[in-house]
């Protein structure tokens, strides 16, 4: 089944402590990005990569760094994770470049950082 | 830059009744148009899309069509049912670089 898987589903840690949030698409898709959702601020880019070793930033980079050292992986990391990063987090791919292409999106990461 | 608005949630509908969930854009050259749905627990599902003007796309009942002159693409369906509450994001991708940017989510729940 074509899908992006994400893990951990839910995590609850404490400030500081640095964690990885993995992301795998078997979709051979080249574009990945990272996104959050909070309440009322809908989707926000956080890192996009568009393919092995290249990786940008987007709306809101501060306090994440991603990897892009596989096709299928694209790990998000919190150096040091702080309560404002307390959120649900969706990694997403897709095809490339091309017009009209979608996105398939992970099913979230719910994340709280007390 | 570019930007998208959608309609305030809630919205509250009874079951068979007609949807209209509006949304407009903002953004340089000819972006490509798309609505998303998430179920509750879940990610985020393509419901569908629209590359160029005049374009409609369709899927599950569920229309919306890409109206350049007005920068618009309203989601519509003629009979809601209860299964179709979920929250609804329209979105559009400009740029060569599969910029996407997305509205803020519109929460629909339907009623029996």
């Known amino acids: 089944e074509a899908q992006v898987t994400q893990n951990p589903r839910y995590l609850i840690t404490v400030t500081g402590k640095k964690l990885t949030v993995t992301c795998s698409q078997n979709m051979n898709h080249e574009y990945m990005s990272w996104y959050r959702q909070d309440p009322g601020l809908g989707l926000r880019q956080i890192y996009y990569s568009m393919n092995v070793e290249v990786t940008d930033k987007g709306d809101v980079p501060e306090g994440y760094k991603v990897s892009r050292k596989e096709k299928r992986n694209f790990p998000l990391i919190l150096e040091s994770p702080s309560p404002n990063q307390t959120s649900l987090y969706f990694c997403?791919?897709?095809?490339?470049?091309?017009?009209?292409?979608?996105?398939?999106f992970g099913s979230g990461t719910r994340l709280t950082v007390v | 830059g570019n930007s998208v608005t959608q309609m305030e949630g809630p919205v509250t509908l009874s079951e068979e009744a007609f949807l209209t969930i509006n949304c407009t854009y903002t953004?340089?050259?000819?972006?490509?148009l798309f609505w998303y749905v998430q179920y509750p627990g879940e990610g985020l599902q393509l419901l569908l899309k629209a590359t160029k003007a005049d374009d409609k796309g369709s899927n599950k009942g569920f229309e919306a069509t890409y109206r350049k002159e007005t920068t618009s693409f309203h989601l519509e369906k003629g009979s809601v049912q209860v299964s179709d509450s979920a929250v609804y994001f329209c979105?559009?991708?400009?740029?060569?670089?599969?910029?996407?940017?997305f509205g803020t989510g519109t929460k629909l729940q339907v009623i029996p």
């Open positions: 953004a340089t050259g000819y972006p490509s």
């Open positions: 979105a559009l991708l400009s740029g060569g670089y599969q910029k996407v940017t």
């Open positions: 997403a791919s897709s095809f490339g470049t091309e017009r009209g292409y979608g996105y398939t």
